[in-house]
């Protein structure tokens, strides 16, 4: 079975720092089975790190979802799942997932 999402990985200097992005809960409890078991182990047997902070954050608000149409280049708002471009009518791609 697969997880829908998305990740991030980077470093400044000495600090480094992994964002991941999933379509639901569901998918994030499934991504945090044996691979993450592992590395808490690892970090608290070995050193694989001197310090973590991990969370699960939920967004307050989310923006409208701007979607550019590509036969007339304008942008739309696909927040309510619009299916057609509103300047010139074209059919729009099916709206992307937010992550």
């Given at each position: 079975?697969t997880?829908?999402?998305?990740?991030?990985?980077g470093?400044?200097?000495?600090?480094?720092f992994?964002?991941?992005a999933?379509?639901?809960?569901?998918?994030?409890?499934?991504a945090?089975?044996?691979?993450?078991?592992?590395?808490?182990?690892?970090f608290?047997?070995?050193?694989?790190?001197?310090g973590?902070?991990t969370?699960v954050?939920?967004?307050e608000?989310?923006?409208?979802?701007?979607?550019?149409?590509?036969?007339?280049?304008?942008?739309n708002?696909l927040?309510n799942n619009?299916?057609t471009?509103?300047?010139?009518?074209?059919?729009?791609?099916r709206?992307?997932?937010?992550w």
């Amino acid at each position: 079975m697969t997880s829908a999402g998305s990740i991030i990985t980077g470093a400044a200097g000495d600090r480094a720092f992994t964002v991941t992005a999933w379509e639901s809960v569901e998918a994030l409890e499934r991504a945090l089975s044996k691979g993450h078991s592992m590395a808490k182990q690892d970090f608290r047997t070995g050193d694989l790190s001197s310090g973590v902070w991990t969370s699960v954050c939920k967004p307050e608000h989310i923006n409208s979802l701007w979607y550019r149409c590509l036969s007339c280049y304008q942008p739309n708002d696909l927040t309510n799942n619009t299916e057609t471009c509103a300047n010139c009518g074209s059919p729009l791609h099916r709206r992307p997932a937010y992550w």
